[in-house]
């Protein structure tokens, strides 16, 4: 039996991939550190946490200090996800703003307990 070596006409649709006989089609390869449509890495709050943070520091104490370090840290989880991310630096900065604040209002709070508490011990003996 002879074998007719032609291929057989193929249709080729408007926008579809041209492919011969025996070669792969293109693929496209997407990784995960690359820019998610048109080359814009995704939104984040990182401006957000780092005014919470600066507030917090400055007038409001832990009421947006908290907040603040909570959203830097979603922020730092998306823009660790995405290298040479143009928020990764405010997210940063907000994060470490906002563990300042907290730390230093905290230790204001317990020299505050700690003078109530001499206070009151001094009274309290000299009522004795």
């Not at 400055?58 to 603040?68: D, K, R």
């Not at 928020?87 to 905290?106: C, N, R, T």
């Amino acid at each position: 039996m002879e074998q007719d070596s032609e291929v057989p006409g193929t249709v080729v649709l408007d926008g579809s991939p041209n492919v011969s006989e025996g070669v792969a089609p293109e693929q496209i390869y997407v990784q995960a550190g690359q820019p998610g449509l048109g080359g814009m890495p995704p939104a984040t709050n990182a401006t957000v946490a780092l005014i919470l943070s600066i507030v917090g520091l400055l007038m409001c104490f832990h009421c947006t200090a908290i907040p603040g370090v909570i959203l830097a840290n979603g922020a730092l989880v998306t823009t660790n996800q995405y290298p040479n991310h143009p928020d990764a630096g405010v997210a940063k900065a907000a994060q470490v703003v906002g563990w300042i604040a907290i730390v230093i209002y905290s230790l204001v709070f317990l020299a505050y307990l700690a003078l109530v508490g001499f206070v009151g011990l001094a009274i309290w003996s000299e009522g004795a």
